[in-house]
Structure formats: structure tokens, C-alpha cells
């Protein structure tokens, strides 16, 4: 049987939304009891990145293109959790950022794509043909305590 | 944003009463602490018991303050942090920047 559950919600385009999310990802987490052992590891992990995501969505979002919202969709089974987070903006090179290298302290900003990449096992962003972006992170379940 | 402001001496303590700072309120925090400092303030604690939750935003803004502080000869400390809080710290190298505290009480003593 498959014990996938796909979640969907569009935001308007605005960061006083990030709390909803980030909490909507932490009670899928839970409720599902996924990792248990480590879930309130999984549950600050899963709100970080929806956050960072979302800010990144929202931050590269076009002024004419601010009412189509930003989209989220989760999937989260026992083996995986996958987060999709789809803007409609110019995009950006996730490549300038090299894997694994922690900012400088004292940078003010740019800490977001090492943050996702610390927490997840992996970030992907593409182009949609003609239709913006999508930033892709992936996370293996442990199912051992 | 919601914050108390507590003068001690020569130092003035920012209790800093929100669940998260993040992206939506990080900027707030950045001005009070530009305001502060402004107004002749060199000395400051940020106690952050109520947050539970930090993101890039709000550790950005918090190192804002610290160069800030630091370019005045001044210098911000912190206190109470959580246990989200303390473990992003910890990811991205923050905690050896920061004076960080139990209490704003050892903060301002400095034990």
C-alpha cells in the first residue's frame, strides 16, 4: 500500500505567510510520525528549509509577477520527504554557491542555500519551460532510532 | 515586531518577544538596533527567550548589530537562546562570534 501523503498550498507572495508553512511542515512531520526518534530533529530541520525556501521564492519574485503566489508541495512518505517550491521570477544560479562551504560569520546575508544543503540531502533548482522555477529538496528517512 | 527594552546601567537589554525571527521581522529587529545605537546606546544584550525560531533573516540582522556594535567600540551579547536557535548558531559558526548567556541577568554581569 502506498503511504504517500502530498500536500499542495499556494501562498500569496509575502513572508508574513512563512510561519503557516513552517509549521505545516513540522505537523506533517509529526502527525505522520515520521523518523521517530529524531522527529524533533526532522521538525525544526523541515521548518528551516520551507522558510528559506519560501524567502528565496519570494525574494526572486518579479513585481508584475507577484500575484501568481508561490507554491508549495510536500511529499512524505517513510523512506523520503520531498519539498517542492515553485516561484515565477527571473531565477538564480544555484551554482555560485559552493557545495558545502559555511559563509563568512560575519556575512549579513547568504546563509539560506548552505543552510538547505546542511539539512537536506539534496537541492535542485530548475527552469520550468516557460513557466518559472521549481527549487527541489530531498530528504532519505532513517528508519532506525 | 514585539520587543521590551530594559536599561541597565550604561546597558540596555532588548527582550525580544516574537516565536520567530525570521524573514517577516527580521528588519524590524535591524532598525531598533540602527535606532539604538544611534541614540548613543555602545552596550547591548538581546535576550532571546520566546524565540523558538530562527532563519537566515534573523541571524543576518543579529550580525548586523554585531558590526554595528563593534564599529562603535561597542559590543552585543546574547541570552536564553533556544534549542532551534542555538542549533543554527552552531551550524553556521555563529556561536564564535557571539558572547551568548543563560540568563540576560549573567549577560550583564558577564559570568
Redesign the interface.
Known amino acids: 500500500m502506498n503511504n504517500t501523503v502530498l500536500v499542495d498550498i499556494t501562498i500569496p507572495s509575502h ?2 505567510y ?2 503557516l508553512i ?1 509549521k505545516l511542515g513540522e505537523t506533517v512531520v509529526s502527525e505522520l510520525n515520521l523518523c521517530p526518534g529524531k522527529h524533533e530533529c526532522l521538525c ?1 530541520s523541515i ?2 528549509v520551507l ?2 525556501a519560501l ?1 528565496n521564492a ?1 525574494t526572486h519574485v518579479t513585481t508584475t509577477d507577484q500575484d501568481k503566489g508561490v507554491q508549495i508541495h510536500i511529499s512524505a512518505s517513510n523512506e523520503e520527504l520531498t519539498i517542492r517550491v515553485y516561484d515565477h521570477g527571473k531565477g538564480f544560479n544555484l551554482n555560485r554557491f559552493t557545495e558545502n562551504d ?2 563568512d ?8 542555500i ?2 538547505m544543503r ?1 539539512l537536506m540531502d539534496s537541492v535542485e533548482y530548475q527552469k520550468i519551460n516557460g513557466n518559472g522555477n521549481v527549487l527541489i529538496l530531498r530528504k532519505k528517512l532513517d528508519r532506525s532510532n | 515586531m514585539n520587543f521590551k527594552t530594559d536599561a541597565s546601567g550604561k546597558i540596555m537589554v532588548i527582550y525580544v518577544r516574537e ?2 525571527l ?3 521581522n527580521a528588519e524590524e529587529l535591524k532598525a531598533e538596533l540602527n535606532r539604538l545605537f544611534e541614540l548613543g546606546t555602545k552596550d547591548l544584550v538581546i535576550d532571546l527567550n520566546d524565540v523558538h ?1 530562527i ?3 534573523g ?3 543579529l ?2 548589530g ?2 554595528n556594535a563593534s564599529a562603535r567600540q561597542g559590543s552585543i551579547k546574547l541570552s536564553a537562546l533556544q ?2 536557535v542555538k ?2 548558531f552552531e ?4 556561536h ?2 557571539f558572547d551568548i548567556y543563560q540568563t540576560a541577568d549573567e549577560a550583564l554581569t558577564g559570568e
Do not use: W, Y
Not at chain 1, 105 to 112: I, S
Not at chain 2, 91 to 94: D, I, N, Q, Y
Open positions: 513572508t508574513r512563512l510561519g513552517g525544526q521548518n528551516m522558510t528559506e524567502v519570494i559555511c559563509p560569520p560575519l556575512q549579513e546575508h547568504g546563509r539560506g548552505f543552510i546542511s | 516565536d520567530r525570521d524573514a517577516n525560531f532563519d537566515s533573516s541571524l543576518g540582522a550580525v548586523s554585531f558590526k534549542s532551534q542549533s543554527m551550524l553556521t559558526r555563529l564564535r562570534v
